[in-house]
């Protein structure tokens, strides 16, 4: 938003401190609000408004300079609403089989249900919230929030970036592009890749993302169990242009998450020229519709059975990358910012 209104912007940086037992962010909420200059600032933008230091800061920079608050929802789910969803959250995990089972892990599920509460609390005190989806909304307001102050804007890619690397020749036979992390799917991802390369053994994958280290080594293990070492390549986290190369190096772009907001990696996928395949999440109906192919959440059998069909279908890839590369045109962030400004001004001043 600064670049594209052309704001002089000033930064104020603390250094983090790292507790045992999840408590960082309690102490760091403090460090943070000392840094906030008191000036005559117009309104306050908490851009990751469902993490719990950045909404617990911003609310407390409200009460402190007494100015307006608006914030972006991006990822916000039916199990975090309320003290018991987040019970059942913290104590029987959504993405994984990991329960608690020392006294570190009990401790550390309810620092996440007081966090979350706490969160939730924040969020009903801001003036504006922008949702990435109707979706995001409509779980908003089952926590009571006052719809009339939330606005869904969706989501952008940088157009540009895109079209300014050159189509590259087909090295992968699919890619994934996200962080290796449990809600992402990844090991749905590496069984489908196991039936693949049973019919197909020359059949290659690329998995793109930043790496947290327990779940990686799990992935890698599991690569290493079924023998995919060669037919699956994992660079970590690569710079942006280096993203957009592998993405156009490859034929399609598979993507099991199972909880999303916007799904910006899926729009930069459809930009790149990939059909895509993912689960059927309902912000992506609302964001793209039947522009791209749908297995049931979860379902892994029949996520398999969509992406054979892609890659044994070169004509359902031609259809599918045209309409996904039509859809994608409809995304941009300059939208996007000059749609929140306009709100910001008609609702606040």
């Known amino acids: 938003m600064s670049k594209e209104f052309g704001l002089l912007t000033k930064t104020h940086t603390y250094k983090p401190s790292f507790a045992r ?32 230091l950045p909404m617990t800061v911003s609310a407390l920079a409200k009460a402190k300079l007494k100015i307006p608050l608006v914030v972006s929802v991006n990822l916000f789910e039916s199990h975090e609403i309320g003290p018991f969803p987040l019970l059942q959250k913290a104590f029987f995990p959504v993405y994984d089989h990991h329960r608690p089972s020392s006294p570190r892990d009990f401790w550390r599920a ?23 989806s109707s979706y ?3 779980l908003l307001e089952k926590m009571r929030v006052d719809g009339k102050r939330i606005f869904p804007v969706g989501g952008g890619i940088d157009h540009d970036a895109i079209r300014s690397i050159n189509s590259q020749s087909k090295v992968y036979d699919a890619c994934f592009l996200g962080a290796i992390h449990a809600r992402k799917g990844v090991s749905d991802l590496v069984y489908l890749w196991k039936t693949v390369t049973s019919r197909k053994p020359e059949m290659k994958l690329v998995i793109i993302g930043s790496e947290s280290a327990i779940y990686a080594d799990r992935i890698k293990e599991l690569i290493r169990k079924f023998d995919l070492e060669d037919n699956i390549v994992m660079p970590g986290f690569v710079n942006t242009k280096k993203k957009y190369e592998l993405l156009k190096s490859s034929k399609i772009f598979i993507f099991p998450s199972y909880a999303e907001g916007f799904a910006q990696t899926i729009c930069e996928a459809m930009a790149c020229g990939l059909p895509v395949v993912a689960y059927d999440l309902p912000v992506y109906k609302e964001w793209y519709g039947n522009d791209i192919l749908y297995a049931k959440k979860g ?18 890839q031609r259809t599918m990358m045209e309409r996904g590369l039509k859809r994608s ?21």
């Open 110 to 132: 309810f620092v996440s249900i007081i966090k979350g509460y706490t969160r939730n609390l924040f969020m009903k005190r801001s003036d504006l919230i922008f949702s990435v």
């Open 21 to 52: 037992g999840g408590m960082n962010d309690f102490i760091n909420v403090r460090k943070v609000i000392k840094k906030i200059p008191l000036e005559n600032f117009d309104f306050i933008y908490c851009p990751m408004g469902e993490l719990f």
């Open 329 to 349: 045109r409809t995304y941009n962030w300059d939208n996007i910012a000059e749609y929140e400004m306009e709100i910001i001004a008609h609702k606040l001043f």
């Open 136 to 138: 995001t909304k409509r």
């Open 299 to 316: 379902n892994v059998k029949e996520l398999i059975r969509t992406t054979v069909t892609l890659l044994e279908d070169d004509a359902l």
